[in-house]
């Protein structure tokens, strides 16, 4: 795959304007949990159409792209949020489009990507790792909208960034899920351009997490992996295209506990009425350790979780 560079303010501003009507600009919303060790705040993604950040990477990519490019459909390899979205602009694009789904995806997501019309292909998990690393698939027809390594995604993504700073001007650190990296580096590109001494701070789960342990080593290294109830991130290594973005706009990396993801899905249920999935809840996760005194902002990524993995959460058991 060729260099990736990081969107502009004035790429993630063009965006932002393809994508006006019909995403939205969602709530930032102060935690209320009288204990918390910092003034914490939600940035609620679980709220768009498909119930997460991926509708803006998705529509920017398709909106900014020539007739051409999609004349012969899209398509992605997703393990959900991304090949709904994508999905989604598509149908309502007259696109045809196609998703390309590890094996082990939360059925939950798949179902919503068949609502949206799309056709499903389903791989061994290692395959579906090799097409997201080399960028192609032999057979499939259509422009691939890469789930993360792709510029014109990440410019979607910027505009959360910019939703954060008009939102909360005095925000200190921004937690944003690490998956591919697509979501952190746009953000981080964006709030960095316009406001270079906010932090911007990846968080993994500690079941999967390569960049936090490649930014300690300061190069590149695999992990072990194990797959979890936090679906969509993570992965043995950083993708290789998004490590020079990832170690030069990241100021931090940091990795939860399954547990702790856990506990922070049951609070916003509890607490805020919210439902995240795993990897909308490591950010929070990660902020109930900040030192008081700051102001942080979670992005709460996605709210597609399984019932089944949401029940045994709120009754305290760990799927």
Same mark, same amino acid.
């Given at each position: ?8 303010? @004035? ?32 940035? *609620? ?9 991926? +509708? ?20 992605t390899a997703s393990a959900g949020n991304m090949g709904q979205a994508l999905a989604w602009y598509a149908r309502r694009l007259g696109i045809a489009c196609t998703v390309v789904v590890p094996e082990d995806a939360p059925e939950v997501k798949? =179902?919503?990507?068949?609502? @949206? ?16 690393? =080399? ?17 014109? #995604? ?11 700073? =008009?939102?909360l001007p005095e925000v200190d650190t921004v937690l944003v899920p690490y998956g591919g990296g697509g979501l952190s580096c746009g953000i981080a590109a964006s709030i960095k351009a316009a406001r270079p001494e906010v932090r911007v701070e990846?968080?993994? %789960? ?15 290294? =695999? #992990? ?5 109830? #936090? ?9 290789? @295209? ?13 990795? #939860? ?24 809840? %490591? ?12 102001? +942080? %902002?979670?992005? %709460? ?16 058991? *760990?799927?």
């Amino acid at each position: 795959m060729s260099t990736l560079h990081p969107p502009t303010l @004035q790429t993630v501003r063009a965006a932002r304007r393809r994508l006006a009507g019909t995403i939205l600009h969602t709530p930032l919303i102060r935690l209320e949990l009288e204990d918390a060790p910092a003034e914490i705040y939600l940035k *609620l993604e679980n709220l768009q159409p498909t119930g997460s950040f991926k +509708v803006r990477g998705a529509g920017n990519a398709l909106l900014s792209a020539a007739p051409a490019q999609l004349r012969d459909g899209v398509w992605t390899a997703s393990a959900g949020n991304m090949g709904q979205a994508l999905a989604w602009y598509a149908r309502r694009l007259g696109i045809a489009c196609t998703v390309v789904v590890p094996e082990d995806a939360p059925e939950v997501k798949v =179902e919503a990507i068949r609502c @949206q019309a799309a056709g499903i292909i389903k791989v061994p998990f290692a395959d579906y790792q090799t097409i997201q690393r =080399e960028g192609g698939r032999a057979g499939m027809k259509g422009r691939l909208v890469h789930p993360f390594a792709d510029e014109a #995604v990440m410019a979607g993504n910027g505009t959360l960034g910019l939703e954060i700073l =008009e939102d909360l001007p005095e925000v200190d650190t921004v937690l944003v899920p690490y998956g591919g990296g697509g979501l952190s580096c746009g953000i981080a590109a964006s709030i960095k351009a316009a406001r270079p001494e906010v932090r911007v701070e990846a968080v993994e %789960v500690a079941t999967a997490a390569p960049l936090t342990a490649s930014l300690s080593a300061g190069r590149p290294v =695999e #992990v072990p992996y194990r797959s979890s109830f #936090v679906s969509g991130m993570g992965a043995p290594s950083v993708f290789p @295209q998004m490590w020079p973005l990832a170690s030069r706009l990241l100021d931090a990396a940091r990795a #939860v506990p399954l547990a702790e993801v856990a506990g922070a899905i049951r609070l916003l249920a509890e607490r805020q009425h919210v439902i995240a999935e795993g990897a909308g809840a %490591v950010a929070l996760a990660a902020a109930l350790a900040e030192p008081a005194g700051k102001k +942080v %902002v979670c992005v %709460v990524s996605g709210g597609n979780l399984d019932a089944g993995y949401l029940t045994k959460i709120i009754q305290g058991e *760990l799927p």
